[in-house]
């Protein structure tokens, strides 16, 4: 059950959409909202920008660090304005809402900050997606893999939730997924369609009535009923098609289900999905 949701806030689009949905899901769950932006500390201490100050012969290094510091600072106070305004539209109780910034490295900050949380919202790219990339990804891929709750994360446009989608194959982190979207359509009274993607040159039917079966059992102890389709395909293609031609409004999976060194070289479908899906995408570890 989520009590408590932490929205990771910047002052992006999808930064934006993220106190959008914080705020909606915190009053269809009924739940406490903590919005957090977190001002990078590496721009503000690294070496590079001492020399660059001391060569143009600016002013003393610490006097132009606290201006940049001051100006970061307005940027935060803005988005968690933003927030609140969110928050006071979906007319969350204020007791339940709470809104600050903290200095530090992001993705460490998010995922610590996270233990007192049963859900992170964050948003699909930050303010400067190009300057994330490489082989670690995004600050919403680090915080994925590293972060041991839910995280759901989200596109530039919001839209309320009404139809999700869940990717399921029967592993560990599937089935994680199938239960906290089972817990969001018995609370949210939204409808529920698990996918099963056959990523090969031939369907393999046993395979997939037995994953089917495994879920629906599932699904019936919890007293909750969904629509079942099977696809064969390219998996990270074959979720994002189904979740736009079923006007899904919420896609479900786990996270980084292969491994380490395909991640690395190949991709994952997680971090296809999370880049690509025009919906938010909810991630279970």
């Known amino acids: 059950m989520i009590c408590k949701i932490l929205a990771a806030l910047d002052n992006s689009d999808c930064g934006r ?3 959008k949905y914080a705020a909606y899901l915190g009053a269809e769950l009924n ?4 919005a957090l932006t977190v001002v990078d500390i590496r721009p503000l201490e690294g070496p590079i920008l001492r020399d660059f100050t001391a060569h143009l012969g600016l002013e003393p290094f610490e006097t132009y660090t606290q201006a940049l ?8 106070d803005d988005v968690l304005e933003l927030f609140r305004q969110d928050a006071a539209a979906q007319s969350l109780d204020p007791e339940r809402v709470s809104a600050g910034s903290e200095l530090g490295i992001v993705a460490e900050t998010i995922c610590r900050r996270a233990n007192s949380a049963d859900l992170v919202v964050i948003g ?15 600050t919403s891929e680090q915080v994925v893999r590293r972060t ?6 989200c596109p530039p446009m919001f839209r309320p939730i009404t139809k999700a989608l869940v990717a399921y194959d029967a592993t560990p982190k599937a089935e994680d997924a199938l239960h906290v979207a089972a ?3 018995a609370q949210l009274g939204i409808a529920l369609t698990v996918l099963v993607v ?10 997939a009535t037995r994953i089917r079966e495994q879920a629906e059992r599932y699904l019936s102890n919890a007293h909750l009923r969904a629509e079942f389709s099977v696809v064969e395909g390219n998996p ?8 736009d031609k079923g006007d899904h409004d919420l896609v479900a999976m786990g996270a980084f289900g292969h491994g380490r060194i395909r991640q690395l070289f190949v991709g994952s479908v997680t971090a296809h999905v999370m880049r690509s899906s025009k919906v938010p995408v909810l991630l279970s570890r």
């Open 183 to 185: 817990d969001f359509a």
């Open 69 to 76: 510091r001051d100006v970061l600072q307005q940027r935060a």
């Open 148 to 153: 041991n709750r839910p995280v759901i994360v």
């Open 236 to 243: 990270e293609e074959v979720i994002i098609d189904s979740a």
């Open 124 to 138: 699909q790219f930050g303010e400067s997606p190009a300057a994330s990339g490489g082989l670690l990804g995004s």
């Open 31 to 34: 739940a406490g909202v903590e």
């Open 17 to 19: 959409s993220a106190g």
């Open 198 to 207: 056959q990523d090969g040159e031939q369907v393999d039917e046993e395979r």
